[in-house]
């Protein structure tokens, strides 16, 4: 079993910066692959951005690219999402998830842990 705990989140305004962290707790969840979700409200669940356990490959959704940046800490069984550039319509719930299998996620169902998720706010 692995736990994930989101933080960071909080309320920004339009242009600012925020960055969320992930603490994974389990067997080998340092060496799982990881990623970032969000979901507005009325919205489906959307996939933010993805790295693989050695953090050697990162993978974004089209419309964080350039913006934001997933890195990750093994040492600390940490991920990071450094939110740059922020827009109000980025405004959801950010979850961190964590994938069973190698290799980068992009779907929600590539994922087999989650965390409760984290509330960010861009005001304009």
């Known amino acids: 079993q692995v736990q994930a705990v989101e933080s960071g989140g909080g309320l920004v305004q339009a242009g600012g910066s925020l960055r969320l962290s992930c603490a994974a707790s389990?067997?080998?969840?340092?060496?799982?692959?990881m990623g970032w979700f969000r979901q507005a409200p009325g919205k489906e669940r959307e996939f933010v951005a993805a790295?693989?356990?050695?953090?050697?490959?990162?993978y974004y959704g089209d419309s964080v690219k350039g913006r934001f940046t997933i890195s990750r800490e093994n040492a600390k069984n940490t991920v990071y999402l450094q939110m740059n550039s922020l827009k109000p319509e980025d405004t959801a719930v950010y979850y961190c998830?964590?994938?069973?299998?190698?290799?980068?996620?992009?779907?929600?169902?590539?994922?087999?842990?989650w965390g409760q998720g984290t509330q960010v706010t861009v005001s304009s």
């Open positions: 790295i693989t356990w050695s953090g050697s490959s990162t």
């Open positions: 389990g067997r080998t969840s340092s060496r799982l692959p």
């Open positions: 998830a964590v994938r069973r299998s190698l290799g980068l996620g992009l779907r929600l169902d590539d994922y087999d842990y």
